[in-house]
């Protein structure tokens, strides 16, 4: 019989059992299972780290009750295969993959489809017993009684917890299948809540990193962000493509910060910035003496970056010679400094971008198209900000706005009408960047707490209403008449949304007669109904 160390609840929250103080007591009574069991749940209730609060409850299982080869077995997120297996020692990772079953298959695959115990009173060949764990290798399998009881969660089989006793020692196997399916109990809401919790954990993590700095709740910045944190997690090589402005080093740094590696260095190439002869150097370092201008050893990115992530900047205009070196990296993890030979090994997680289309670069030879495919693996589409709505131009406007006004020591609380119909109209060839630069433009210039139409640049003006052909003289006329007309396309707006959209009383507010106001509503196209 397998003696287990004798049960020790000092620290326990219910009275101690009265039969435990006053007689030796065989471990299976009701009051040592009851002890057991409040324990599990107070331990649970408490842990965090659900692999090894399992591993211990297998260990006290085996101790105080004689439990031997405890598993937990779990299905994953996805239920579709039960992927996490836990042992009181501890199952080797290379054992840990053989272990995969799929929901059905085996006795702990049965047990979790069919979410009802098995007892088996001496495994015989027929049982379909796989022992993928190997626990029981060289045991006579005839001699064991084997235990296997679903793990439910809201009644629903999430997992399966199997243990198993020399049969000669089984009495009441019901007994001992009631206590398996007690701990059960206990386990199968623990690890649904570690799950939750690590899930919400990581969501917090994405949008308190994402919300500042990657500002757009449009579905297609929600696509990116979703995206980015899917690859963060992983080596992956990532692919960043766009517009100029779009953010790709944002999200390039972004994707760094929500990754395993956020505590090493992320450090920025930018490969068109470098001239070509120096590019090679910057990269993958170089020795004394290399080149003219090598006083002394230097390490290179892919060197400094170890553990970290190497952000390859405008990766279009790196030169054919680098492409292929970078290949060679990204495929062996192998390098050598410039004009040395020592192989370095590098570990560094290479995010790229470009505004250019690289395809195009292929079919015109001056990129490698095995270099391509290498680092398209991961490809994110920074969508331009013209694609992304004016809620989103109106979110970035805002938080630029915010950003500016404190840093000037100003208080602009508002973008007036006019200026927000010209910030959602204009197509923004610059994207992010060039609203960034508008914004604080405007903040400079604004003078109270709001920013008005002629706050924004000329080429916002020129958007506002079509000039009908012939009307416009030279240019400088034109740009006079466009500032003209857009001031009274504001003071006409301002006045409309005054008086919710009543025609009359907005041309008494400006001293105009009705039939002038209703001239200028058609002449500009100023849509007077959505103030009403
Ligand atoms: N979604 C966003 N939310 C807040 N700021 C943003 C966002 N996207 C971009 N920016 C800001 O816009 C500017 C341009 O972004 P970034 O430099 O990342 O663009 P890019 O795509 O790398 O441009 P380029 O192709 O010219 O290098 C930066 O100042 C950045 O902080
Ligand atoms: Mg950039």
């Not at 000037?408 to 960034?436: C, F, Q, S």
């Not at 416009?472 to 504001?490: C, L, T």
């Amino acid at each position: 019989m397998v003696k287990p160390e004798s049960f020790n609840d000092d620290e326990g929250f219910f009275a101690p059992c009265p039969m435990l103080d006053t007689f030796s007591v065989p471990n299976n009574t009701a009051c040592a299972r009851l002890g057991l069991l409040a324990r599990i749940g107070r331990f649970l209730s408490t842990e965090d780290n659900a692999a090894a609060a399992l591993s211990e409850v297998l260990r006290w299982l085996y101790r105080d009750q004689g439990y031997a080869r405890g598993v937990v077995t779990l299905l994953n997120d996805a239920e579709d295969e039960i992927s996490a297996d836990i042992t009181a020692a501890g199952v080797p990772t290379d054992t840990g993959s053989l272990m995969r079953y799929r929901p059905g298959e085996g006795i702990t695959g049965r047990v979790i489809a069919t979410n009802s115990p098995v007892y088996l009173a001496g495994v015989q060949p027929q049982d379909g017993f796989l022992d993928r764990s190997g626990l029981r290798q060289g045991l006579d399998l005839s001699r064991l009684a084997f235990f296997c009881v679903p793990i439910q969660y809201r009644g629903k089989a999430v997992g399966a917890l199997s243990a198993d006793r020399p049969l000669s020692e089984v009495a009441d196997p019901e007994g001992d299948l009631r206590l398996l399916a007690e701990v059960a109990y206990l386990i199968g809401p623990f690890v649904q809540r570690r799950r939750l919790e690590d899930r919400l954990e990581a969501y917090q993590r994405v949008h308190i990193a994402t919300f500042d700095r990657l500002v757009g709740r449009s579905p297609a910045m929600e696509a990116v962000s979703r995206l980015a944190a899917k690859v963060a997690g992983v080596d992956t090589s990532v692919l960043i493509t766009g517009e100029t402005g779009t953010g790709k080093g944002v999200l390039a740094q972004l994707i760094h910060d929500l990754s395993p590696r956020r505590a090493k260095p992320c450090i920025e190439v930018n490969c068109g910035a470098i001239p070509e002869s120096l590019v090679e150097s910057e990269l993958f370092g170089h020795e004394k003496g290399s080149f003219t201008g090598a006083s002394a050893r230097r390490a290179g990115v892919f060197e400094r970056a170890q553990g970290g992530t190497v952000f390859l900047d405008e990766i279009g205009e790196l030169p054919p010679g680098v492409q292929t070196r970078l290949l060679r990296v990204l495929q062996t993890k192998r390098f050598e400094r410039v004009g040395g030979s020592e192989t370095i090994v590098s570990d560094a997680r290479i995010i790229a971008a470009t505004n250019r289309h690289l395809e195009g670069d292929i079919v015109a030879g001056r990129f490698r198209s095995d270099l391509y495919y290498r680092l398209n693996v991961f490809p994110i589409h920074m969508p331009p900000l013209r694609e992304r709505g004016k809620a989103d131009m109106m979110l970035l406007a805002d938080v630029f706005v915010e950003r500016f006004s404190r840093e000037m020591g100003k208080t602009i609380v508002r973008i007036d009408t006019p200026a927000i119909d010209m910030l959602t109209a204009y197509h923004w060839p610059g994207n992010v960047r060039e609203m960034e630069n508008v914004i604080e433009r405007a903040a400079v210039m604004a003078e109270g707490d709001v920013i008005h139409g002629h706050h924004l640049p000329p080429s916002l003006q020129m958007n506002r209403y079509q000039t009908k052909p012939g009307q416009g003289g030279p240019e400088e006329d034109s740009a006079f008449a466009d500032r003209v007309a857009n001031f009274e396309i504001e003071l006409i707006t301002e006045a409309l949304k005054d008086t919710s959209g009543n025609q009359s009383q907005a041309a008494k507010r400006l001293g105009l007669s009705k039939r002038m106001i209703q001239y200028k509503i058609r002449l500009y196209g100023i849509d007077w109904q959505r103030f009403k």
